[in-house]
């Protein structure tokens, strides 16, 4: 899968380097043999200015037999076998497949495609990106052209179509009318020949139909019968609209008018929270963070009195806090090398329940302590620095963002602890290494504590899942914003209660259910 992740799409660039390799070989073939028919022609249009008198001109018995020759022989090689047969491409096409096959690329499909299109509806929705700007390269108002690329009407136009198959109408009609925009206008970049104005009228109105405005959808209905008057579909489309029309013309008004419909159901507090979250929108207040402190600690471990931790609070119940410069950018280098080849899809939920999702949008892979000796000193810091034990932890997890990409806000504790865990228990923190810094977007998100953080390299961010009783804490939830330019590379620990009883023993008053009302949100 390409989408998911940019590891993965880092392996399209080398399909597409090969490719590019193959084609410039048979670009240079195909030359040459371009040049020779040029040269072929210009020496008969030579030889055929010269024969000013006919009869003179053949007259040279030599001239008879060049222009027989020429015709029997020199077409035939030079042109028609060399064109119509065009051997040159049949060895490029057989090169290009068994080189293929020897090295097992193969390119995105149709899904990679639709991830691509909902990835990009996210980024849209989620940090309420325009369409033109979006198809110009412009992420943030007033910005000029950060990714210096923009988009062909024929992406607009694919984009466009593959939004309004998810029943995306809203947005999928923005892209299509961008790409007949674009097809008209200036057109920028590579048009592919199959975007016609009528293959957009095609999935345009059907689209405005889709979002209940039948007048356009019948308008633009009949442009495309303005330019092909037999086309099936539109006819019967035509009648189609028109018999809704004039039912709508039929219906006396009611008073009261019904709410539009909508396909989605209202999204949850919680996912309103982190889209506003995500764009910068909501901050804590200063009241809310006039007790919260930043402090240098060794945290009794002679080594750090020399190299102390940077602790800065972000939140103090639960507690959330980011320490600063963690990791070296060795270490990181070491993670990244021996994780990045072993990337897979992520999934939500548990063990044999687990499974791929949209609201879960990322590669991951697991470093095991036992297997990655070198591990040993970044294990010994996170000790170190949550003042917790590792024995009961999970192995380390390497996890990657793509376009897009992102974790939509979820608890980390799990119901049925015991029965998944058995004797480690919840998950008790969390504590997520930042391996990059990300150009825009990416940053963790706690919906309930008006809390983005927004990833720094070598940082490490902590937090709790769960009350000092160990019962659920659901002021706890949180999420990874999309990313909108960049990709995002984190290292994650989650520390279980198992183990902890010396190291944390748990609170004595039971805080069970207390803030349940978070739960469902
Ligand atoms: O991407 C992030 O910042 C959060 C990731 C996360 O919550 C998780 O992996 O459980
Ligand atoms: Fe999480």
Redesign the pocket.
């Known amino acids: 899968e390409y989408y998911s992740a940019t590891s993965q799409l880092e392996k399209l660039l080398d399909v597409e380097a090969f490719m590019v390799e193959k084609f410039d070989e048979y670009l240079e073939r195909a030359q040459k043999e371009q040049d020779n028919l040029k040269r072929f022609m210009e020496q008969i249009d030579e030889q055929l200015q010269d024969r000013d008198d006919l009869d003179e001109y053949f007259g040279n018995p030599l001239n008879a037999f060049i222009t027989i020759s020429r015709l029997v022989y020199d077409w035939k090689f030079n042109v028609f076998d060399l064109v119509l047969n065009s051997s040159n491409f049949e060895t490029y096409r057989s090169t290009l497949s068994d080189a293929f096959e020897k090295i097992n690329l193969t390119g995105p499909n149709q899904e990679d495609l639709h991830g691509a299109s909902r990835a990009l509806l996210r980024l849209q929705k989620v940090y309420q990106l325009n369409t033109d700007h979006l198809a110009s390269g412009v992420l943030l108002p007033g910005e000029r052209n950060p990714l210096n690329i923009s988009l062909s009407a024929s992406d607009c136009f694919e984009l466009g179509k593959n939004l309004c198959q998810i029943k995306e109408y809203s947005y999928g009609s923005e892209w299509l009318l961008e790409a007949r925009k674009r097809l008209h206008g200036n057109p920028t970049g590579f048009v592919s020949p199959n975007v016609s104005d009528v293959e957009i009228l095609e999935q345009l109105s059907p689209a405005f139909s889709g979002l209940g405005n039948l007048k356009l959808a019948h308008k633009l209905n009949m442009e495309i019968l303005d330019k092909k008057p037999d086309h099936e579909e539109a006819l019967k489309n035509k009648v189609l609209y028109e018999g809704q029309l004039a039912k709508a013309r039929n219906v006396i008004p009611r008073k009261q008018v019904d709410p539009p419909q909508t396909a989605e159901e209202e999204p949850k507090e919680s996912f309103q929270l982190y889209t506003q979250l995500c764009r910068g929108e909501l901050h804590q207040s200063p009241r809310e963070q006039r007790n919260l402190r930043c402090w240098l600690s060794h945290q009794g471990v002679p080594y750090y009195r020399l190299s102390p931790f940077k602790f800065e609070q972000l939140n103090l119940d639960p507690y959330v806090a980011l320490v600063h410069h963690v990791l070296w950018d060795s270490e990181m280098e070491m993670i990244m090398q021996h994780g990045r080849g072993s990337m897979e899809r992520s999934k939500v939920g548990q063990s044999e329940n687990s499974k791929i999702a949209d609201r879960r949008t990322s590669q991951n892979t697991w470093l095991w302590y036992d297997v990655n000796p070198w591990l040993s000193r970044i294990k010994q810091r996170l000790e170190d620095v949550t003042g917790l034990s590792t024995e009961s932890a999970e192995p380390l ?1 390497l ?1 990657n ?1 793509g376009i897009g990409g992102q ?1 939509e806000p ?1 608890f ?1 504790f799990v119901e049925d602890a015991e029965k998944i865990f058995g004797w480690q228990d919840d998950r008790l923190m ?1 504590a ?1 290494f930042y391996i990059n810094d990300v150009a825009l977007g ?1 940053a ?1 998100a706690f919906p309930f504590l008006r809390l983005a953080v927004p990833p720094e390299k070598g940082s490490l961010l902590m937090w709790n899942n769960l009350h000092s009783s160990l019962h659920k804490d659901y002021r706890s939830k ?3 914003c999309p990313i909108l330019q960049g990709s ?1 590379w ?1 290292c ?1 620990e989650w520390f279980h209660v198992g183990a902890q009883e010396l190291k944390r023993p748990c609170g004595l008053m039971s805080e069970e259910g207390k803030f349940s009302h978070l739960e469902d949100k």
């Open positions: 997890q996890l963002y974790y979820h980390d969390t997520i990416g963790t949180h999420a990874g995002k984190i994650t």
